[in-house]
T-cell receptor, first 112, second 112 residues
């Protein structure tokens, strides 16, 4: 069974640009969540999607947005990038029922 | 007070010994608890989940949950150098959907 895939794995952008990250969950999983990981703040929840609907959102500015498609694939977008957005962005595929979350390899975003 | 607290370590353990990691949480209604292992430069990997008071064993890992005292622990028996990693405690409360709140992680070093 294929795991969670995230693309791209690495990104370098400059301030003010925007970026789109993609995540494909484990086959059969309909929920995905996104997290940001930084050395200073640790792992922080961004948002959760289920059946193309955002179910929950973390405490991040509106520059961070996401969506989910009918095939459960999800994307997140960050507009007007800031230096502080440099982080590892992790997508997790959620097993229905017990809520176990399985992370993808992440996208390492560097903002210059 | 942080919602989920862990000692940052490093926790230095001789090979073959037991590593004991602790995690406390503040939300009394939390119901789902997870331990993740994260190697440097990699994404978190789910190693244990626990939902009810008591112990849960899986191979060399044992998770212990005490909801009355609001703590969850992880024991690693017969520690191996390959267990050297950061261990993250994650907590979910029913009202938060599938949002996981993470502790800052405990770095474990297993010395041969």
């Amino acid at each position: 069974k294929a795991g969670v895939t995230q693309t791209p794995r690495y990104l370098i952008k400059t301030r003010g640009q925007q970026v789109t990250l993609s995540c494909s969950p484990i086959s059969g999983h309909r929920s995905v969540s996104w997290y940001q990981q930084t050395p200073g703040q640790g792992l922080q929840f961004l948002f959760e999607y289920f059946s193309e609907t955002q179910r929950n959102k973390g405490n991040f500015p509106g520059r961070f947005s996401g969506r989910q498609f009918s095939n459960s694939r999800s994307e997140m977008n960050v507009s007007t990038l800031e230096l502080g957005d440099s982080a590892l962005y992790l997508c997790a595929s959620i097993l229905a029922g017990q809520g176990e979350q399985f992370f993808g390899p992440g996208t390492r975003l560097t903002v210059l | 007070q942080k919602e989920v607290e862990q000692n940052s370590g490093p926790l230095s353990v001789p090979e073959g010994a037991i590593a004991s990691l602790n995690c406390t949480y503040s939300d009394r209604v939390s119901q789902s608890f997870f331990w993740y292992r994260q190697y440097s430069g990699k994404s978190p990997e789910l190693i244990m989940s626990i939902y009810s008071n008591g112990d849960k064993e899986d191979g060399r890992f044992t998770a212990q949950l005490n909801k009355a005292s609001q703590y969850v622990s992880l024991l690693i028996r017969d520690s191996q150098p390959s267990d050297s990693a950061t261990y993250l405690c994650a907590v979910n409360a029913p009202a938060a959907g599938n949002k996981l709140t993470f502790g800052g992680g405990t770095r474990v070093l297993v010395k041969p």
